[in-house]
């Protein structure tokens, strides 16, 4: 049995609300951006506002796995995504570590794992949103 869900039996809010975590995503992003484009005067300054938004991306990144909605509330793959989003979560953390080292370098590779996470997500892979490889050592 199929259920087709369109933008009339969810309304707008919940068509908006599934892809809140993708502008947060963004956000980091925009931040990121920033920190590659400015001079190395100005650089603290932009480097001070990427905490604050990685800690509200994290946040959804680890309730994604509910947000979609595609997963029934008590079901038994509750836990292992519960799990991958906390793996998940720990490899941004690493990632957001180096940025005190090399900038440049984590401001990148926090972009580059960003970018997954939000493909995966819009692509509706919540339980793939890092391939393991990343998420082997932590």
């Known amino acids: 049995m199929y259920i087709f ?38 650089r603290p300054d932009h480097l001070a506002g990427i905490p604050p938004l990685m800690r509200y991306a994290e946040k959804y990144v680890l ?3 509910r947000q979609r909605g595609m997963v029934p509330r008590f079901s038994p793959q509750g836990s292992q995504l519960r799990a991958h989003a906390r793996l998940v979560a720990a490899r941004l953390r690493a990632a957001e570590a180096g940025l005190d ?23 509706g892979r919540v339980g793939a949103l890092l391939p393991e490889e990343e998420l082997k050592d932590l």
């Open 63 to 65: 309730k994604m796995y």
């Open 101 to 123: 080292v090399d900038a440049e370098g984590a401001a990148k590779e926090i972009v580059s794992l960003v970018m997954q996470i939000a493909d995966n997500y819009v692509a």
């Open 5 to 42: 869900i369109s933008s009339t039996s969810l309304g707008w809010l919940g068509i908006i609300g599934k892809f809140v975590p993708v502008e947060s995503l963004e956000d980091v992003v925009t931040g990121c951006a920033a920190v590659l484009a400015a001079g190395s005067r100005s």
